[in-house]
């Protein structure tokens, strides 16, 4: 017998049995995955270094001793005292009280300078991206919300509804709260785009009746002189058939006149319209169930329109009225203090030079011992000209004593713009509350 005939195989292994077969292609299988996630993390943490170089040379790039646009730039000052800010002794016409929110000066942090003046002068894509990468460091953390809110407020003014869809649903998780509502702005008149100056207001209250067709004809009256119309229903508790029947023809007749219209608290009175109407119930009247639907409309609200049309359809046994996209709609959240009627309502962009916007402005302040700026429609300022504006409201404020001067309804880019250039200094900043 040969040395290697006493080392030959005598027996042949067996053949794998079908459920051996299954085990070992299962086995196979999940360590081909295993190692295919092993490299997607790899490559994970590696674009998360990459990113991290990135931003730290761009935070090199920001933090040179001199940017280009800063050569104006005056001192941040201190935020005046309370005391300083207050707005006692002035009419009931321009009550000032101080139930919104101001400016918080922890919203200024350099992250947020930054970003405030690349969207300043035009740098959109730009201010975007870093508010993203803001965003992502703080997703899962309950800190501070101010580059949520300036991010909410770009993709509203640059029309970017999935996107703040998306954005919303990681404020929900992160800050466990309900996210703030979509509230697209109206586009500027065709006519006059840049208009700026006083603003026809019309604040209702109480139980809606009869007695507001005088409001409703005044309305009527400076609509025609008037690209921009402001109507507030904070203050409504009720509405009745009468009510409801005059003022859905004057939203109706405004509407079809293309007038820009600003809406105060018509969600929470759309709310308040839903919730005491009944299907198949006709105590209300048909005029309140179709001012409903007007409501509806004018927030450009299809789905819960049609959904109202067809509980509108089966109480009254009619056809229900056809959604219409809105012309020049904007909506402002329901606010807790008297609008002042006599707001100076500042165009949508100001860029490049104040123009005519500063001698409207000095004739304004001519007529009125405070000055309150409706910021509702703008969307942006540029460095330059919230440089020249700030001096020359020192100059009126230096020009009487005591004036007092307010910006409401402010988005949050331009609210850290303001505060940066020293604005908190003689005036209140009220950001429109998310």
């Known amino acids: 017998m040969g040395l290697f005939s006493l080392f030959k195989k005598t027996d042949a292994l067996p053949p794998l049995t079908d459920d051996e077969q299954a085990r070992l292609a299962a086995n196979s299988e999940a360590e081909r995955q295993s190692q295919a996630a092993r490299q997607r993390e790899i490559a994970r943490a590696t674009a998360m270094k990459i990113d991290a170089i990135e931003s730290a040379m761009a935070a090199d790039i920001f933090n040179l001793p001199e940017p280009a646009w800063g050569s104006q730039r005056p001192p941040r000052p201190l935020r005046a005292a309370d005391a300083d800010d207050d707005f006692s002794g002035i009419p009931t016409t321009l009550l000032l009280t101080d139930e919104l929110p101001l400016a918080s000066a922890d919203d200024s942090t350099p992250v947020v300078e930054e970003i405030a003046i690349l969207y300043a002068n035009g740098q959109t894509a730009v201010a975007q991206q870093m508010l993203t990468a803001a965003v992502a460091e703080t997703a899962g953390q ?18 970017q509804q999935d996107a ?46 009869p007695h507001i067709a005088p409001q409703l004809d005044r309305l009527r009256s400076l609509a025609g002189a008037n690209p921009v119309l402001r109507l507030e229903f904070t203050r409504v508790a009720a509405v009745n058939a009468d009510g409801a029947a005059l003022l859905l023809g004057t939203l109706r007749q405004l509407q079809q006149q293309q007038r820009e219209l600003i809406l105060v608290g018509a969600a929470a009175l759309t709310t308040h319209l839903r919730s005491n109407l009944a299907i198949g119930r006709r105590d ?26 067809m509980d509108y359809c089966v109480t009254f046994e009619v056809s229900p009225p056809s959604f219409t996209p809105p012309h020049k709609v904007a909506m402002a959240p329901a606010q807790h203090v008297s609008a002042s009627p006599d707001r100076f309502m500042l165009p949508p962009i100001i860029e490049q030079q104040l123009g005519a916007l500063l001698p409207a402005i000095q004739q304004y302040a001519e007529q009125y011992p405070a000055l309150v700026f409706d910021c509702s429609r703008l969307a942006r300022i540029d460095y330059a000209c919230a440089i020249q504006l700030h001096s020359a409201l020192q100059e009126l404020a230096a020009a009487q004593e005591g004036r007092k001067i307010a910006f409401r309804d402010v988005n949050h880019l331009v609210t850290a713009l303001l505060r940066l250039l020293g604005y908190a200094n003689l005036a209140r900043i009220y950001p429109h509350k998310y």
């Open 142 to 159: 309950n800190s501070d919300r101010a580059a949520w809110w300036m991010l909410f407020d770009l993709y509203q003014v640059s029309g």
């Open 164 to 209: 703040f869809d998306n954005l919303s649903i990681d404020y929900a998780s992160t800050f466990e709260t309900s996210p703030p509502p979509w509230q697209a702005m109206a586009a500027p008149s065709a006519t006059s785009p840049d208009w700026a100056g006083l603003t026809p207001t019309e604040s209702f209250s109480g139980a809606l009746g």
């Open 284 to 309: 209300e009247g048909e005029a309140v169930w179709l001012l409903l639907l007007e409501l509806l409309q004018l927030q450009n609200r299809e789905k819960e329109f049609e959904q109202v049309g």
